[in-house]
């Protein structure tokens, strides 16, 4: 019996074809509590191409539920729905992949709300660092003092960044923080940027401003800036054939997958011309060359498939891009005014 990480490595490229709009489809399920995903207490089933090949009602206990989760893909391997299967538990994650519909975070509608100000408690005003941004009695959205300190300091050039970039950038708030100030991840992250005082020191914020918002989205645009810098010439070097809307669509990917998990670990996965070999940027290679069979998010995507297990690699790199794809959009369609939607 293969392991997980042996039916990633034996997938051949070409599975990526699709591939977002898969994974779209399933997470979107996760995040709005919709079709399959109507009653939480749900697992989904995906193969390697992320269709969606089945699900089951949890049972009693994550025990029993586990064992439920390995007989069904051992009888989904005995129909030919898949090609191979491994068994999971215990933290290993097995095949076909198995995805909880109890995500207590994903509330996308509320997220949204908050981020565009149709929450009026979620409204902000305030000065920072020479930059006024609403008033007491006029609070503006999420949405617009984003808006607002990016063009602040884009007329100081201090950014560089493309304004296409600033959807994306609005995908990774609401799935990040869902535009909460007092947001705390797992791992310490803080805010409606989702910082971690490492990060917030870097900016040279005082520890009392770790909350503030404008603060906080100065910092997160410094952050993106400095991935940018660094990102740029090795995403032109692999991907600056590309029809230009395209690479405007994969590279806001690759710049907030490079703000997720480390811009070092994102320049690994283009590959270096001068190394032959077929580990980490294997798959941007060949992506490179076929381009024209993918989308964007296809590439993005496959870029990470076909390297989990690799440099830390795992499923939360995965789904960060789709469910940000997620976010942009609905932040696309409750807005007329935000910059890098479709």
């Known amino acids: 019996?293969?392991?997980?990480?042996?039916?990633?490595?034996?997938?051949?490229?070409?599975?990526?074809?699709?591939?977002?709009?898969?994974?779209?489809?399933?997470?979107?399920?996760?995040?709005?509590?919709?079709?399959?995903?109507?009653?939480?207490?749900?697992?989904?089933?995906?193969?390697?191409?992320?269709?969606?090949?089945?699900?089951?009602?949890?049972?009693?206990?994550?025990?029993?539920?586990?064992?439920?989760?390995?007989?069904?893909?051992?009888?989904?391997?005995?129909?030919?729905?898949?090609?191979?299967?491994?068994?999971?538990?215990?933290?290993?994650?097995?095949?076909?992949?198995?995805?909880?519909?109890?995500?207590?975070?994903?509330?996308?509608?509320?997220?949204?709300?908050?981020?565009?100000?149709?929450?009026?408690?979620?409204?902000?005003?305030?000065?920072?660092?020479?930059?006024?941004?609403?008033?007491?009695?006029?609070?503006?959205?999420?949405?617009?003092?984003?808006?607002?300190?990016?063009?602040?300091?884009?007329?100081?050039?201090?950014?560089?960044?493309?304004?296409?970039?600033?959807?994306?950038?609005?995908?990774?708030?609401?799935?990040?923080?869902?535009?909460?100030?007092?947001?705390?991840?797992?791992?310490?992250?803080?805010?409606?940027?989702?910082?971690?005082?490492?990060a917030l020191g870097d900016c040279e914020i005082p520890e009392r401003f770790h909350l503030h918002r404008l603060a906080q989205i100065d910092c997160a645009l410094y952050l993106v800036e400095q991935n940018h810098r660094n990102l740029q010439p090795a995403f032109d070097q692999r991907f600056g054939h590309l029809p230009d809307d395209k690479q405007e669509e994969l590279y806001a990917m690759l710049l907030l997958q490079a703000y997720h998990g480390g811009i070092g670990r994102v320049i690994a996965l283009l590959g270096d011309d001068t190394v032959d070999d077929d580990t980490l940027g294997g798959a941007a290679r060949y992506f490179a060359r076929h381009h024209a069979h993918y989308t964007a998010g296809d590439i993005a995507l496959g870029m990470i498939f076909h390297n989990l297990g690799r440099n830390r690699l795992g499923f939360a790199s995965l789904y960060y891009v789709t469910d940000v794809s997620i976010a942009r959009d609905a932040a696309c369609a409750a807005l007329d005014d935000l910059p890098g939607c479709n």
């Not at 992949?97 to 207590?104: R, V």
């Not at 994903?106 to 908050?114: I, K, P, T």
């Not at 408690?121 to 020479?130: E, F, K, P």
């Not at 884009?154 to 560089?160: I, K, L, P």
């Open 1 to 198: 019996m293969p392991s997980w990480q042996q039916v990633v490595r034996d997938s051949p490229y070409w599975v990526s074809r699709g591939v977002h709009g898969n994974l779209v489809t399933i997470r979107r399920w996760v995040l709005s509590g919709e079709s399959y995903c109507e009653d939480e207490n749900r697992h989904i089933f995906f193969d390697r191409r992320a269709a969606f090949i089945g699900w089951f009602a949890n049972e009693d206990g994550r025990e029993a539920t586990q064992g439920r989760i390995n007989a069904l893909r051992e009888q989904m391997a005995a129909d030919g729905r898949v090609d191979a299967w491994a068994v999971g538990g215990n933290g290993a994650t097995g095949y076909p992949f198995a995805l909880s519909c109890n995500q207590p975070d994903a509330r996308l509608a509320d997220n949204v709300a908050r981020y565009t100000g149709d929450d009026a408690d979620a409204r902000l005003w305030g000065t920072w660092d020479g930059m006024r941004v609403g008033e007491e009695d006029a609070p503006v959205s999420l949405h617009r003092a984003i808006r607002e300190v990016y063009d602040y300091r884009r007329e100081m050039g201090r950014v560089t960044l493309p304004e296409t970039v600033l959807a994306t950038l609005a995908g990774k708030v609401i799935i990040e923080s869902g535009g909460q100030r007092e947001a705390l991840s797992a791992v310490g992250a803080r805010g409606v940027m989702q910082l971690t005082p490492a």
